[in-house]
């Protein structure tokens, strides 16, 4: 009976091995429009008294840099004003299920939006990267995602065709949700993880 037992465990470790790396592959953000909140959700409207520089809280949410050249919370506007290519870190009190913004495209420039989220505000743990869109000069619109788990930082990434480029953000929605329900590959990993330490400690109870 002992030599059967290394093949078990080859196997076994195979099978968690091919699970872990398929949930891993798999995509966890999607595209939302507006229409996808509840209408209870937290909204930063960027509304200060005077104008200021990042980092800016509103409402649990944390703007807290932005890697491009410029970006400011204008008073006069009430909205976020970023200019060149970059990226807008924002980090969140409690942990997220989607969130998303209404944009203004630079005048005479093209804007391509795109989002990653984790699920630590370290940056190290990714969701995944989603394309938002590439959107033509001076047009508006919303953008947003939504996550199969929670996100505590989200990193928006802007890219300007047209070097220094300014552009603006108001609006920005996040709304958080219940644990999500774990997907079939991770449920399977868990039973084949559980059942291999259930027979694992029944050998050993029969010795």
Known sequence: ??????????LCF???MVLIAASRAHATLIPITSASFSGSESVADFTVATSQSLPYSEDG???VSYSGPVSS????NNFLFMAGSGTLRID????QIRAGFFFGAPIGSGITISAQAFSDLAGTQSLGTIGLGSFAANQTGFVGFEADALLSRA???FAVSGGLASFRIDDFRFEPGATPVPEPGTLL???VGGGWLAARHARRQRR
């Open 14 to 16: 195979t099978v968690l």
């Open 92 to 95: 969140f009190s409690v942990p």
């Open 61 to 63: 949410a944390t703007f």
């Open 73 to 76: 919370v204008l008073s006069f």
């Open 1 to 10: 009976m002992a030599n059967h037992r290394p093949p078990f465990r080859v």
């Open 155 to 157: 990193d928006i990434s």
């Open 189 to 191: 990993l868990t039973l």
